[in-house]
């Protein structure tokens, strides 16, 4: 399906180090797009930028917190100097779940989570939003999660910060449409990654797959093709909603 293809398109994916970010960011380099990475650790966008150009992509690396908006700035603006244009952004950099019981969560903690997933979140947006309202067309998608919308025990933070990212991306999605930029979600469930591998090995993780429909987690590499729709031509009457890959976990 060619409206699926990213040729010719630059994209930016944050948290691209490790994990989902990665996986997204190879799928959307294969998808065609000349790909821009972020993340805290550069070590990890440099095996990230091996990977890729060995297979022919053009890669920018752009280390860094998104919770930092001087920064952010700063990594648009050199996206712009590279390609002239930026076309689709997923934000996916975010802090997990810690499993704390809310009484004892921190001011510290509870304002580093909010930081980084939803003022990190709208950071971004708004300068890629920026150079994709001047060129009148676009597409953000901004990386959720399940939780979100549904309750789970000892991640107030995390889904008060989701919570409002899905939020956001109504807002953003209602206020940008006449201008031609597209604003969506993306709600993975539970899959493998370096990040999860401690909660999934425990009895959170007997309990997470008991609770998924099609009997498992998911492998990092099985989001990107929801990321790759989001961001081509293929979904351009979609803005405003949340795609959810979780299994079926929600629906159980």
Same mark, same amino acid.
């Given at each position: 399906?060619?409206?699926?293809?990213?040729?010719?398109?630059?994209?930016? =994916?944050?948290?691209?180090?490790?994990?989902?970010?990665?996986?997204?960011?190879?799928? &959307?380099?294969?998808?065609?797009?000349?790909?821009?990475?972020?993340?805290?650790?550069?070590?990890? /966008?440099?095996? !990230?930028?091996?990977?890729?150009?060995?297979?022919?992509?053009?890669? !920018?690396? /752009?280390?860094?917190?998104?919770?930092?908006?001087?920064?952010?700035?700063?990594? =648009?603006?050199?996206?712009?100097?590279?390609?002239?244009?930026?076309?689709?952004?997923?934000?996916?950099?975010?802090?997990?779940?810690?499993?704390? #019981?809310?009484?004892?969560?921190?001011?510290?903690?509870? #304002?580093?989570? !909010?930081?980084?997933? /939803?003022?990190?979140?709208?950071?971004?947006?708004?300068?890629?939003g920026k150079v994709m309202l001047e060129q009148g067309s676009g597409s953000i998608v901004n990386v959720s999660? =399940?939780?979100?919308?549904?309750?789970?025990?000892?991640?107030?933070?995390?889904?008060?910060?989701?919570?409002?990212?899905?939020?956001?991306?109504?807002? &953003?999605?209602?206020?940008?449409?006449?201008?031609?930029?597209?604003?969506?979600?993306?709600?993975?469930?539970?899959?493998?990654?370096?990040?999860?591998?401690?909660?999934?090995?425990?009895?959170?993780?007997?309990?997470?797959?008991?609770?998924?429909? /099609?009997? #498992?987690?998911?492998?990092?590499?099985?989001?990107?093709?929801?990321?790759?729709? &989001?961001?081509?031509?293929?979904? #351009?009457?979609?803005?405003?909603?949340?795609?959810?890959?979780?299994?079926?976990?929600?629906?159980?």
């Amino acid at each position: 399906m060619t409206d699926m293809r990213l040729d010719d398109k630059t994209a930016w =994916v944050t948290g691209a180090g490790k994990g989902l970010g990665r996986a997204i960011a190879v799928a &959307l380099s294969q998808a065609g797009a000349t790909v821009a990475v972020t993340a805290r650790t550069a070590s990890d /966008l440099e095996r !990230l930028e091996s990977e890729l150009a060995g297979h022919g992509g053009k890669v !920018l690396v /752009l280390p860094g917190s998104v919770a930092d908006s001087g920064a952010v700035r700063t990594m =648009v603006e050199r996206i712009t100097d590279w390609t002239g244009r930026l076309d689709a952004v997923v934000n996916c950099a975010g802090v997990s779940p810690h499993f704390t #019981r809310s009484e004892y969560v921190t001011d510290e903690d509870w #304002r580093h989570v !909010l930081d980084i997933n /939803l003022a990190g979140t709208f950071y971004c947006c708004r300068e890629a939003g920026k150079v994709m309202l001047e060129q009148g067309s676009g597409s953000i998608v901004n990386v959720s999660s =399940v939780h979100a919308s549904t309750g789970f025990e000892r991640i107030a933070a995390y889904a008060a910060s989701k919570g409002g990212v899905e939020a956001l991306t109504k807002s &953003l999605a209602v206020e940008w449409a006449e201008r031609g930029v597209r604003v969506n979600a993306l709600a993975p469930g539970y899959f493998h990654t370096d990040l999860s591998s401690g909660l999934l090995a425990s009895k959170w993780g007997e309990r997470i797959v008991r609770s998924t429909p /099609l009997g #498992r987690v998911g492998s990092a590499e099985e989001l990107g093709g929801a990321a790759v729709f &989001l961001a081509s031509d293929a979904s #351009r009457f979609v803005t405003g909603t949340t795609l959810t890959v979780d299994g079926g976990w929600t629906a159980w």
